[in-house]
């Protein structure tokens, strides 16, 4: 018997992020075996929002699960700055995350210049904030053996649109994005924006939508400029932008909020990193790759991010002359 021919399932194919996951975490094996000892990584909690207990948990269970040694250290408010300096100072602490938000104003900002730079896994550092604003790929743009560590929410979009072959490697690396069009919905400090200048740094034309309008951020016509610019579209509308992109990157709290699919492009690629479903179940009729959560990439890129800080802390330990060595696996792409 034929299905009836009217009705053809969709041919939307729906992508874990288990699979991404998964190849990263291989990834991340390998570097461990270079390694004496587990990693040792420490996430502070000094609050009770759900989504960091949760988060913090999910953390411990894939550390233990893949070699690493994780603490957690539960803490009141008041006790975390100094918490913080006592753990910079400790050897046996090779990364630090802390759970946001703790103060819930610019303290926070505070405290997160407060983690010494060689063991801050999420890459929360001015230090790091700047060079990924900046387009700035190595703390030692010379030599080039110490990578920059990136937000993970930020970057676990990224290793996804690789896995997906987004990223063109026919193109260098760094304008690998050049020709697609992406909307990314949260201009959030710690996710949307850092996400939409990674983006547009690596070549795209990025719409950047929050609540308030539209931005667009590119390297200019060509290419031309080595870092992004950004220019606020007065007028423009989610409904405007989301029909002339190829991907759709949505992260938008709550559960109200569903992006209106009717605005997607045929075949569009669309990516859900809210821990709301920002798509609808009609999203399979429009798209042609929906991801439905990247949270299992989001941790393994933590695990890589640690990796990353020991490594670099070897490259600093060795002397100029000896320091022949080639750079690991890790450090052959982004
Ligand atoms: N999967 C993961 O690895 C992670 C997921 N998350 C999740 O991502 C979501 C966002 O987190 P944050 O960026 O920290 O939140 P946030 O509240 O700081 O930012 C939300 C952003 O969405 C925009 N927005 C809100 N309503 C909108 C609307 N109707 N139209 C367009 N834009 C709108 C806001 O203007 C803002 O830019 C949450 O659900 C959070 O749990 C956050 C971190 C990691
Ligand atoms: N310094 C800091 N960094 C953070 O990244 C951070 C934080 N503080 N404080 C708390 C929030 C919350 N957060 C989430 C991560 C994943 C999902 C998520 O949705 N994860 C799964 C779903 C979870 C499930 O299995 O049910 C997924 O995307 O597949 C949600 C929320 C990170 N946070």
Not at 70 to 83: A, F, H, K, P, W
Not at 144 to 164: F, G, M
Request: include cysteine; charge should be neutral; aromatic fraction near 8%.
């Amino acid at each position: 018997m034929s299905a009836p021919a009217s009705s053809s399932p969709s041919s939307c194919k729906v992508m874990l992020s288990k699979h991404v996951a998964n190849g990263l975490l291989q990834e991340v094996q390998e570097g461990l075996k270079t390694l004496e000892k587990p990693p040792h990584l420490v996430g502070f909690l000094a609050n009770h929002d759900p989504a960091a207990v949760m988060y913090a948990h999910w953390t411990q269970k894939t550390c233990e699960e893949h070699g690493f040694k994780y603490s957690l250290r539960e803490v009141s408010r008041d006790d975390i700055e100094e918490c913080l300096i006592a753990a910079n100072a400790d050897s046996d602490v090779d990364g630090i995350i802390v759970y946001y938000p703790i103060f819930n104003n610019r303290q926070d900002q505070y405290l997160q210049q407060i983690v010494d730079v060689g063991k801050d896994v999420e890459g929360l550092s001015h230090r790091y904030i700047f060079n990924m604003y900046q387009n700035i790929r190595f703390l030692d743009p010379e030599t080039k053996r110490q990578k920059c560590i990136l937000p993970c929410t930020p970057l676990a979009n990224i290793k996804i649109l690789e896995y997906l072959n987004i990223y063109n490697t026919i193109l260098p690396y760094g304008n690998r994005l050049f020709g697609h069009t992406i909307c990314v919905v949260n201009r959030s400090e710690v996710v949307g924006r850092p996400l939409a200048a990674l983006l547009a740094n690596d070549g795209a034309c990025v719409y950047s939508v929050d609540i308030t309008g539209v931005q667009k951020f590119t390297r200019g016509e060509g290419l031309k400029n080595r870092r992004h610019e950004i220019v606020d579209m007065e007028g423009t509308t989610l409904k405007d932008v989301a029909p002339l992109c190829d991907v759709v990157i949505s992260g938008v709290p709550g559960e109200k909020y569903k992006f209106d699919t009717s605005l997607l492009r045929e075949g569009a690629v669309c990516i859900n990193f809210s821990s709301e479903k920002n798509f609808g179940p009609e999203v399979k009729e429009k798209a042609s790759i929906y991801v439905p959560s990247i949270g299992k990439v989001t941790i393994v890129v933590l695990l890589r991010n640690l990796l990353r800080l020991i490594q670099n802390r070897r490259v600093d330990n060795v002397q100029p002359a000896a320091a022949t060595e080639r750079p690991g696996t890790l450090e052959a792409s982004t």
